[in-house]
């Protein structure tokens, strides 16, 4: 019989992609996650019946050890970036990480990976760092084998960095932006996936910082996105007093409105921007793995074509005004 995956946040962003390689190299794979209805899309990754959404509340241990059961491996993706309710930060990724660690543990599960972040600091003075750094510290306290990734920002078709600026490119002529120098290394989601997958097979363990083949400050990533998207707009840097000034406006809003209003930007977030985001000089990485990291340039086109001023019809209409050239 095939081997058993457990994936903890299967059905998000980063989850889907190990799902699908794992599901690829023969895995029967239990995604599980807070609404299995909303997850039925990750099914067809394999034959029938080999992956399968399953309903986990990772603040629960018996929720936990239940879709843990005969596990070979378990992947926590769980994260947020949102502090809020009962999904805080500590709840989620520092509370939650070390209880799929723990039962991992008591369980006997051989290999564990978990999705952090380059920067996870427990000194640090923003609550999502902080708690990412408690998290991988539960982690190899109870699986001192396992895996920790800490990505830079990630990119693909379904990424909240750049699709939510190429959205915001639609309206108006300035693109507002907060820590414009801030240094960041774009990294592939597959490329995170395919790493992941060498944890769960045993072939890796410790902690990898993950980013792509190229640096790049916040502004240059925006020039970038705008080339692609063939806009033109202002890139307006916010400054970080500004941005603290708005984020506590948004804050309000948002408890104002029970959190029907999230606000673009929390507090915690601007504490981030202020910080580069990249692989540091002598940490584990792509290299150490074997993997080469795919340059954004590559992926970048195949998605957000969408956001272009004619959309999927752009290249057609340029290729038409050369022919009457």
């Known amino acids: 019989m095939s081997k058993l995956v457990t994936i903890y946040g299967g059905s998000g962003f980063v989850g889907r992609y190990i799902a699908r390689r794992l599901a690829k190299d023969g895995w029967r794979v239990r995604v599980a996650v807070r609404n299995p209805n909303e997850a039925m899309f990750v099914k067809p990754y394999g034959a029938v019946g080999q992956v399968e959404p399953v309903f986990c509340n990772i603040r629960d241990d018996d929720s936990v050890a239940s879709v843990m059961q005969g596990a070979d491996a378990v992947v926590n993706c769980v994260g947020t970036l949102h502090d809020f309710g009962k ?17 991992a ?42 895996m920790i990734i800490r990505p830079s920002v990630i990119f693909g078709d379904e ?51 993950l980013g792509g083949p190229d640096v790049h400050t916040f502004r240059e990533l925006m020039d970038e996105m705008l080339s692609v998207v063939r806009r033109r707009r202002l890139v307006l840097n916010i400054p970080f007093w500004v941005a603290r000034i708005m984020a506590f406006g948004f804050k309000v809003g948002r408890v104002l409105s029970l ?36 340059p954004m340039e590559a992926i970048l086109p195949d998605y957000l074509w969408r956001f272009r001023p004619s959309g999927q019809y752009d290249a057609i209409k340029e290729s038409a005004k050369n022919l009457r050239a």
């Not at 500590?90 to 723990?102: D, F, K, L, S, T």
């Not at 910080?275 to 793995?289: G, K, M, P, R, T």
């Open 105 to 146: 543990a008591s369980m006997g599960v051989g290999s564990m990976v978990q999705i952090s972040a380059i920067g996870a600091d427990a000194e640090s003075d923003s609550d999502y760092a902080r708690t990412k750094a408690e998290g991988e510290a539960g982690v190899l306290a109870h699986m001192p084998n396992a």
């Open 259 to 294: 959190g029907f209003v999230p606000g673009p930007i929390t507090a915690d977030q601007v504490k981030l921007l202020a910080i580069d985001n990249v692989v540091s000089d002598d940490a584990q990485s792509f290299e150490d793995l074997g993997i080469m990291p795919t």
């Open 159 to 209: 990424d909240r960095f750049f699709n939510r600026f190429a959205g915001m490119s639609r309206f108006g002529p300035v693109l507002p932006i907060v820590g414009a120098g801030t240094k960041f290394q774009p990294v592939y989601v597959d490329d995170i996936a395919a790493a992941a997958v060498m944890g769960v097979e045993g072939n890796a363990q410790g902690v990898f910082e």
């Open 87 to 103: 999904n805080t930060f500590e709840a989620v990724q520092a509370e939650g990480a070390e209880r799929v660690a723990r039962i």
